[in-house]
């Protein structure tokens, strides 16, 4: 083995035009005596780990965490605050965005998703299992309002985020978004007019943190 990483140094005062090759073959990264028949499955290795490295990298850039971590300010976790109806009322997670605050609702199916705006129940079909849940958005405009309620002057929206498992394929409803379009619609290329956007909410910002109970803050992207 240390022959064969012997092979693969190179001294750059050694290299120039009539020693440089126009191109490489695996022969001159394999030792002389290297099996030709591991030729072979040494490049497939190599190509499989180079595709998971690449595979893995695009999986962490695609998760909820990182794309709240590049949308949001800040945000926090599993808060109850008062509904405005003397009750309460839980939301898992609340963003800090330069278009306001963010009210996130996430669904974690496998299968093909078909509901819409109107729909009292939607239906998940998968490979192996099939079945019902209740259109969330209505429950994600009681979270939307009983935010407004607390801040008033911000914009609050809210969005039901279906993770990389799930498509719609007879339709979007209307608070339905994917990572990617979630991270479309609340992200900020101008730093600097979001920075100016926060600074305004983040009175409103604070006033949440005052309502709210078992708040959990996240990590602050800026």
Same mark, same amino acid.
């Given at each position: 083995?240390?022959?064969?990483?012997? /092979?693969?140094?190179?001294?750059?005062?050694?290299?120039?035009?009539?020693?440089?090759?126009?191109?490489?073959?695996? /022969?001159?990264?394999?030792?002389?005596?290297?099996?030709?028949?591991?030729?072979?499955?040494?490049?497939?290795?190599?190509?499989?780990?180079?595709?998971?490295?690449?595979?893995?990298?695009?999986?962490?850039? *695609?998760?909820?965490?990182?794309?709240?971590?590049?949308?949001?300010?800040? *945000?926090?976790?599993?808060?109850?605050?008062?509904? =405005?109806?003397?009750?309460?009322?839980?939301?898992?997670?609340?963003?800090?965005?330069?278009?306001?605050?963010?009210?996130?609702?996430?669904?974690?199916?496998?299968?093909?998703?078909?509901?819409?705006?109107?729909?009292?129940?939607?239906?998940?079909?998968?490979?192996?299992?099939?079945?019902?849940?209740?259109?969330?958005?209505?429950?994600?405009?009681?979270?939307?309002?009983?935010?407004?309620?607390?801040?008033?002057?911000?914009?609050?929206?809210?969005?039901?985020?279906?993770?990389?498992?799930?498509?719609?394929?007879?339709?979007?409803?209307?608070?339905?978004?994917?990572?990617?379009?979630?991270?479309?619609?609340? =992200?900020?290329?101008?730093?600097?007019?979001?920075?100016?956007?926060?600074?305004?909410?983040?009175?409103?910002?604070?006033?949440?943190? /005052?309502?709210?109970?078992?708040?959990?803050?996240?990590?602050?992207?800026?």
């Amino acid at each position: 083995m240390s022959v064969f990483w012997h /092979n693969l140094e190179y001294n750059a005062s050694e290299i120039n035009a009539t020693t440089t090759p126009a191109y490489w073959t695996m /022969n001159d990264f394999l030792p002389a005596d290297f099996p030709a028949e591991y030729a072979l499955p040494l490049l497939l290795i190599v190509l499989l780990l180079v595709w998971l490295i690449i595979r893995s990298r695009r999986v962490r850039d *695609r998760t909820l965490a990182h794309i709240l971590d590049k949308i949001a300010f800040e *945000r926090i976790e599993h808060i109850v605050i008062p509904d =405005g109806d003397e009750g309460e009322i839980h939301i898992d997670h609340l963003a800090l965005t330069a278009q306001g605050l963010l009210v996130i609702d996430v669904k974690d199916v496998t299968g093909a998703v078909f509901g819409s705006d109107k729909m009292q129940d939607w239906t998940v079909i998968s490979a192996d299992r099939r079945f019902t849940f209740a259109n969330p958005q209505p429950a994600l405009y009681d979270r939307i309002a009983a935010v407004r309620q607390i801040v008033r002057q911000v914009p609050v929206a809210g969005r039901i985020v279906f993770l990389d498992g799930a498509s719609f394929t007879k339709g979007v409803p209307g608070l339905v978004a994917t990572l990617d379009e979630l991270m479309d619609e609340f =992200g900020e290329l101008d730093k600097a007019t979001a920075k100016v956007k926060i600074e305004a909410f983040l009175p409103h910002w604070e006033l949440i943190h /005052n309502h709210a109970e078992g708040a959990v803050k996240g990590r602050t992207n800026r």
